[in-house]
Nanobody
Framework: QPQLVESGGGLVQPGGSLRLSCKAS????????VGWFRQAPGLEREGVSC????????EYAASVNGRFTISRDNAKNTVYLQMNSLKPEDATTYYC?????????????????WGQGTQVTVSS
């Protein structure tokens, strides 16, 4: 059963950092591009960052560019999202997802597998 499990969320003060992890099981993530999305209550899910299979191409939403860094360790079947300089508006649930589309994108319908989400809270 293909599965993605996010971890690393939690409570952090504004300006702080968190590293989210997305671990795959039941399939090899090295043949998938992976995206991180976030969704606040009542709002649409939005793309945050994505990375291609080899890690050679990465994309970031304008709102996080320069603060977040996506990376992957295919040997560990895991993708990471390093989040620095966190702001209160970054607080929400973060999801990772995997796509066989072969390129980096934020098209939700192209993603085959989704995690259950991890909560990020930014508050003093």
């Amino acid at each position: 059963q293909p599965q993605l499990v996010e971890s690393g969320g939690g409570l952090v003060q504004p300006g702080g950092s968190l590293r989210l992890s997305c671990k795959a099981s039941g399939f090899s993530i090295e043949t998938y591009s992976v995206g991180w999305f976030r969704q606040a209550p009542g709002l649409e899910r939005e793309g945050v960052s994505c990375i291609t299979e080899s890690g050679g191409s990465k994309e970031y939403a304008a709102s996080v560019n320069g603060r977040f860094t996506i990376s992957r360790d295919n040997a560990k079947n895991t993708v990471y999202l390093q989040m620095n300089s966190l702001k209160p508006e970054d607080a929400t649930t973060y999801y990772c997802a995997a796509t066989r589309s072969g390129y980096c994108n934020f098209v939700i319908g192209l993603y085959n597998h989704w995690g259950q989400g991890t909560q990020v809270t930014v508050s003093s």
